[in-house]
């Protein structure tokens, strides 16, 4: 079994800062793509960002330039750091993993963490 734990979520005011994490362990041969999602109240699921094993990323207009994804392929872990959060940032954020486990490709979620920007 995979099972992906995220980090990092809280409360934090408009303008500031928080940084995910979510760390994958069980019987992972490979991690492929890494991403993080969000999920609003009564909104579909969107992308915010995705980074491929080799580092390659992208982003969701909404968030270029104040979101930053990253990943520890040693760790097995992804990150987002979070810069200017403005209120509509608030959201369920989920990881998003794809994984080579036993040679066939398999997507696994987090459990999700609240992320809340208010004043």
């Known amino acids: 079994q995979v099972q992906l734990v995220e980090s990092g979520g809280g409360l934090v005011q408009p303008g500031g800062s928080l940084k995910l994490s979510c760390a994958a362990s069980?019987?992972?041969?490979?991690?492929?793509?890494m991403a993080w999602y969000r999920q609003a109240p009564e909104n579909q699921r969107e992308l915010v960002a995705k980074?491929?094993?080799?580092?390659?990323?992208n982003y969701a207009d909404s968030v270029k330039g104040r979101f930053t994804i990253s990943r520890d392929n040693a760790k097995n872990t992804v990150y987002l750091q979070m810069n200017s959060l403005k209120p509509e940032d608030t959201a369920v954020y989920y990881c998003?993993?794809?994984?080579?486990?036993?040679?066939?490709?398999?997507?696994?979620w987090g459990q999700g963490t609240q992320v809340t920007v208010s004043s």
């Open positions: 998003n993993d794809s994984c080579d486990v036993g040679g066939m490709i398999r997507y696994y």
């Open positions: 980074i491929t094993r080799g580092g390659l990323t």
């Open positions: 069980g019987s992972i041969f490979v991690i492929y793509d």
